[in-house]
Nanobody
């Protein structure tokens, strides 16, 4: 089907920046939306940012003005630029994508998750 691989996580000081990448691969027919979610310690997974193929973008209120989601359609890759990071941004960040993949002569819906990348904001 479709596999997602995230990269770019790490340890950063408060106020710093990180850029996450999510590369999709496989028998992709089309990707309708790509997004980033996160799960902090003892918390539920929550939406961070989501971008549809039509250009609609949603951000969590907590990251508006600090995070920017973008996508390179030619590379089937999504990015999350995170600026002015705070300790409360510490979490495992997961990439999510949905669309359709080739299945023989037809196409089928897919919804895939990446394995997650750790982001730690600490001094």
């Amino acid at each position: 089907q479709v596999q997602l691989v995230e990269s770019g996580g790490g340890l950063v000081q408060p106020g710093g920046s990180l850029r996450l990448s999510c590369a999709a691969s496989g028998s992709i027919f089309r990707i309708d939306a790509m997004g980033w979610y996160r799960q902090g310690p003892g918390k539920q997974r929550e939406l961070v940012a989501r971008l549809t193929s039509g250009g609609n973008i949603n951000y969590a209120d907590s990251v508006k003005g600090r995070f920017t989601i973008s996508r390179d359609n030619a590379k089937n890759t999504a990015y999350l630029q995170m600026n002015s990071l705070k300790p409360e941004d510490t979490a495992v960040y997961y990439c999510n994508a949905g669309g359709r993949f080739y299945s023989g002569t037809f196409s089928q819906d897919f919804a895939s998750w990446g394995q997650g990348t750790q982001v730690t904001v600490s001094s």
